[in-house]
T-cell receptor
């Protein structure tokens, strides 16, 4: 069964460093998402991406964040200069079509720890 | 703005007993509603979803949920819990827009006693 994959599973970085979290969505899916979950808090929407551009972003997704689909398979989230409060589990998700209410398929997450 | 509340942070249930997880939502129109489950070290797996039609929806692993518009609720139930059901459960509401972002509740952690 196709699944969303994410690498690495755990990333440790120093404050101020850049990190890139990688996701391989399910093949032929058209919508892509990033969510995050700070320990003990809710899963929060960060950004959605469709047709090679951001379709929606939350107020969390400031200038320090960017997303890219550099090739036909990868979808990345870059944090330019990490802060302590960026420590969280980051989930990638993908959805097959533009049809409203389609299920989003989630990856296993990348745990980011900023020291 | 859409929001989801899961009033119970933790629930402990005996194996074989019934389980009900509460979910209340706020959304300005008819919502899309989802229940996801997260086992340790795993991603979020969809249990079931509601878009329209029959308000009682069946999902995987023997779960069902009932949409009650008058109560703005979408509670998840299982008649007989198995030890493998120990996990964290998230209710989510989906926007009726093309981007269709999900707004999650805080989650309910279910512990299953032998």
């Amino acid at each position: 069964e196709p699944e969303v994959t994410q690498t690495p599973s755990h990333q440790v970085t120093q404050m101020g460093q850049e990190v890139i979290l990688r996701c391989v969505p399910i093949s032929n899916h058209l919508y892509f998402y990033w969510y995050r979950q700070i320990l003990g808090q809710k899963v929060e929407f960060l950004v959605s991406f469709y047709n090679n551009e951001i379709s929606e972003k939350s107020e969390i997704f400031d200038d320090q964040f960017s997303v890219e689909r550099p090739d036909g398979s990868n979808f990345t989230l870059k944090i330019r200069s990490t802060k302590l409060e960026d420590s969280a589990m980051y989930f990638c998700a993908s959805k097959p079509t533009q049809e409203l209410g389609n299920e989003q398929f989630f990856g296993p997450g990348t745990r980011l720890t900023v020291l | 703005a859409q929001s989801v509340t899961q009033p119970d942070i933790h629930i402990t249930v005996s194996e074989g007993a019934s389980l009900e997880l509460r979910c209340n939502y706020s959304y300005g129109a008819t919502p899309y509603l989802f229940w996801y489950v997260q086992s340790p070290g795993q991603g979020l797996q969809l249990l079931l979803k509601y878009f329209s039609g029959d308000t009682l929806v069946q999902g995987i692993k023997g779960f069902e949920a009932e949409f009650k518009r008058s109560q703005s609720s979408f509670n998840l139930r299982k008649p007989s819990v198995h030890w493998s059901d120990a996990a964290e459960y998230f209710c989510a509401v989906g926007a009726r827009a093309a981007g269709n972002k999900l707004t999650f509740g805080g989650g309910t952690r279910v512990l299953v006693k032998p």
